[in-house]
């Protein structure tokens, strides 16, 4: 691969065509071109509509229960007896996780474009409860597709979705993950251009989807930064997050992407590891290819077929990444490493042993990262971790990997 | 620079009547069987081959074409393999024209340059990309249209006047009106809206216009191919297929014999159709 030339800044993409270098763009059918630029439109007035940002920063207060807190894990930190590490508790957020901030961005954009229906796709079922909590407050019928694998192994958010009012199609083509349920999304919205507005959950899919998502997201990173200069006066060494769709990741890091001294990693879900193919590393062993509308790495065969991929985390078991993510990658601003399903498991026993917080498993994958490179790190040094979610959803997979019953 | 779809459709019109075109699934359920079903289409009155190229996640299409392309990926099927597929029918066959359809992902990994050389020696005539829109032309579309490959563009119910010169701006060989919006295998659209969309884009453009998505039946293409240049038909097609093996993928039947039951069925249905639109 190309390295490309380092830019002056790393927050000016996507271009006017929604290319992060190489990556990003708009690969839809026709059907849907005419939508993604109304889209585009709607989305350049809002953000710049004061009427727009003063709706969503009440919501995101009175509703969400914004900003959310910078926490020192003091538990983890003296257990693992480096650097100073902070979460930042995305697990606090109204829904559980920080697909919130999204989802009330999107639905007031919905609502100005008077769209009559909602449809989602969801992986773990957090972007699911997430809209159909947000089609609920804002009264709209939803749809959430949802692979059949992931309906069985999150069966808490699907019947959080239900009571919310939203229908959840279960899909049972490929492995009946998230992958297959963006397709079936893709065919509903392809059916229903009319009324239908797609509320996409990660910073994926055509532009200006990728950009959007990631400027509902900043948030994240907008806070943490002035948090960490107010509780500790000075910015931190390492930020890490999860990275499946990447849409919490790029939240974190893109308000962190020009400040130099950072260092920046975002973690891959290495599944059963690297060697096979039970994993969801697309960064670390996929390639650019194309898929649902962009541009970016995927795990694929030489032939170009879409390979299913394995994570122990529904939220990360998607075979592709957001198209700004592969451009960090390649120009080298953000590292992207492996983490497998054992460690995040290790993880997520240790944080809620030492800290009294159940993390996702999603979340759980950075943190394991935090624990391998923490111990090495000075004392004074700092690092925040995303804590991007509860992991009250996870604890049936949790048992059924400990070998327990619940 | 005239392609074999150009000169096909120019001898239609002399005749006065629609193309069928004829859309099968490549490697479905297996090489040899394909290749079998793709010889019978020009015999049974097919006069344009759509051949599938499958894909993992294939967006636009419904379940038919879904399984119909997890098939031939499962019976082996690659880019490589239906590009020599063609190659093989064109040996027997220099005249019927051959349009690659499908998505963009598996020529981008085999390489656009290379794939635009093999596919013109393979006897390739056009390329139908479901999801390279006219804001992605420098991708494929252009270096197609260098090659003297026809880029054939889809448009669409969503496609207004304002767009549409820009989805004709590059398209060559024909348009192909997507009769609604929706997958592939729903059910046909209202054909009055159909034909005033033909009639719609045909005020843009020279091109042949061809209606697919949706036509099943003899009598559907006998009414669409009233307004029309050509008659799409596809999942019906892929369904013959899908009819005559078991549930193991055991042929029950011969497919191609099937296959060629359903074309001659449409074949008279669009050789019918301007008779009737003049009655």
Redesign the interface.
Same mark, same amino acid.
Do not use: K
């Given at each position: 691969m190309n390295k490309p030339a380092t830019p002056n800044s790393f927050r000016t993409g996507p271009d006017e065509q929604g290319m992060f270098g190489i990556f990003g763009g708009r690969f839809v059918a026709e059907t849907l071109m005419p939508l993604i630029l109304d889209l585009e439109d709607q989305w350049n007035k809002a953000k710049n509509d004061p009427e727009f940002k003063a709706e969503l920063t009440a919501l995101s207060t009175y509703y969400a229960g914004r900003p959310s807190k910078l926490y020192f894990a003091e538990g983890l930190t003296r257990h693992l007896g480096g650097a100073k590490v902070y979460f930042k508790r995305e697990d606090l957020n109204h829904t559980g996780s920080h697909k919130i901030n999204n989802c009330l961005g999107q639905i007031l954009l919905a609502k100005r474009m008077g769209k009559k229906r909602i449809i989602a796709e969801t992986g773990a079922g957090q972007h699911g409860v997430a809209s159909a909590t947000v089609a609920a407050r804002f009264g709209y019928p939803c749809v959430v597709y949802m692979g059949a694998t992931d309906v069985a192994r999150q069966s808490p958010n699907v019947f959080r979705m239900k009571l919310l009012g939203a229908e959840v199609r279960p899909v049972t083509a490929g492995h009946g993950t998230l992958k297959d349920a963006m397709n079936e999304a893709l065919r509903d919205w392809v059916t229903n251009v009319e009324d239908t507005y797609y509320l996409i959950g990660t910073a994926a899919g055509p532009h200006p989807y990728p950009e959007m998502v990631r400027d509902f997201q900043s948030v994240i990173g907008s806070e943490a930064r002035a948090q960490i200069v107010e509780q500790e006066g000075r910015l931190p060494d390492v930020i890490i997050a999860a990275v499946g769709g990447g849409s919490n990741a790029i939240g974190l890091f893109h308000p962190f992407l020009d400040d130099k001294d950072v260092r920046i990693i975002g973690i891959e879900a290495g599944g059963r590891g690297l060697d096979g193919v039970e994993h969801c590393a697309s960064m670390n062993a996929g390639r650019p290819g194309v898929l649902h509308g962009n541009r970016t790495y995927l795990l694929q065969n030489a032939d170009g077929q879409i390979l299913d991929g394995h994570s122990i985390s529904a939220g990360l078991d998607y075979p592709g990444v957001g198209p700004e993510h592969s451009w960090l990658r390649d120009s080298g601003r953000v590292e992207y490493v492996p983490i497998l399903d054992d460690e995040a498991l290790a993880a997520f026993q240790l944080t809620t042993r030492v800290e009294g917080i159940i993390p996702a498993l999603e979340s759980a994958h950075a943190i394991a990262h935090a624990v391998k490179i923490v111990p090495k790190m000075d004392k004074d040094q700092i690092v925040i971790v995303n804590l991007s979610g509860r992991g009250d959803k996870d604890v049936h997979t949790v048992a059924n990997m400990l070998g327990m019953e619940i | 620079m005239t392609t074999r779809i150009d000169r096909r459709m120019a001898k239609l019109k002399a005749e006065g009547r629609p193309a069928l075109v004829t859309y099968i699934m490549g490697g479905d359920p297996d090489y040899d069987t394909s290749l079998s079903i793709m010889k019978a289409l020009p015999i049974s009155g097919s006069d344009i081959i759509e051949l599938g190229m499958p894909?993992?996640?294939?967006?636009?299409d419904?379940p038919a074409i879904?399984a119909a392309g997890l098939r031939a990926?499962k019976g082996g099927q %690659?880019?490589?393999r239906t590009l020599k597929m063609a190659s093989e029918f064109r040996a027997g066959d220099d005249e019927t024209p051959i349009v690659l359809m499908g998505?963009?992902?598996?020529?981008?990994?085999?390489g656009v340059d290379r794939f635009l050389a093999d596919a013109k020696a393979s006897g390739i005539d056009g390329l139908i990309v479901?999801?390279?829109?006219?804001?992605?032309d420098e991708e494929l579309c252009i270096p197609a249209l260098k090659a003297g490959v026809n880029f054939i563009?889809?448009? %669409?119910?969503?496609?207004?006047d304002k767009?549409l010169p820009k989805?004709l701006e590059n398209t060559s060989g024909f348009v192909y009106y997507?009769s609604m919006?929706?997958?592939t295998g729903?059910a046909l659209a209202d054909t009055a809206k159909v034909s005033a969309a033909v009639k719609r884009i045909k005020g843009h453009t020279e091109l042949p216009v061809c209606v697919g998505f949706g036509v099943k039946t003899a009598e559907q293409a006998r009414v669409i191919g009233a307004s029309a240049d050509g008659v799409v038909v596809g999942t019906a097609i892929v369904n013959a297929v899908a009819n005559v093996l078991g549930p193991k993928g055991e042929k029950t039947a011969d497919p191609a014999e099937a296959v060629a039951t359903l074309v001659s069925g449409l074949a008279q249905g669009v050789r019918s159709a301007r008779l009737a639109a003049a009655e």
């Open positions: - | 894909f993992s996640d294939p967006m636009a419904g879904q990926l %690659t880019l490589a998505y963009y992902n598996p020529i981008y990994i085999y479901v999801d390279l829109p006219p804001e992605m563009r889809l448009a %669409t119910p969503t496609t207004d767009r989805v997507v919006t929706g997958i729903s």
